[in-house]
């Protein structure tokens, strides 16, 4: 006895395996405690970069608070540290790339 089609057609079949796909990576996402991709790829080019760009350089101002915040709340001992000299130097490279961006 045949098995029953699941889908009519290749097409229903893909559209079902692309939303599977997203799920699973919203699901990755939210696991990872990462943003919503955004609806942002309908927008053509520029815009779309554009968008893309100020999404990126909010996560890397974010990010450079965070560093900065964490890097504050550390005695004064820490700050002598070479785990201190290495997270300046992660800042202020963070820094060149926001200011890359924002260029």
């Known amino acids: 006895m045949p098995t029953i089609r699941k889908y009519h057609n290749a097409a229903e079949k893909q559209a079902a395996y692309r939303q599977r796909t997203l799920a699973a990576a919203a699901s990755a996402r939210a696991a990872h405690n990462l943003p919503p991709l955004s609806p942002v790829p309908t927008i053509p080019s520029y815009r779309r970069w554009n968008a893309m760009t100020a999404n990126a350089l909010e996560l890397l101002s974010r ?16 700050q002598q540290t070479d785990n201190a000299e290495k997270l300046e130097e992660q800042m202020q490279a963070l820094e060149q790339a926001i200011d890359a961006l924002q260029e």
Do not use: G, I
């Open 63 to 78: 990010v450079q608070d965070e560093m900065r915040t964490y890097a504050d709340e550390r005695s004064e001992a820490w």
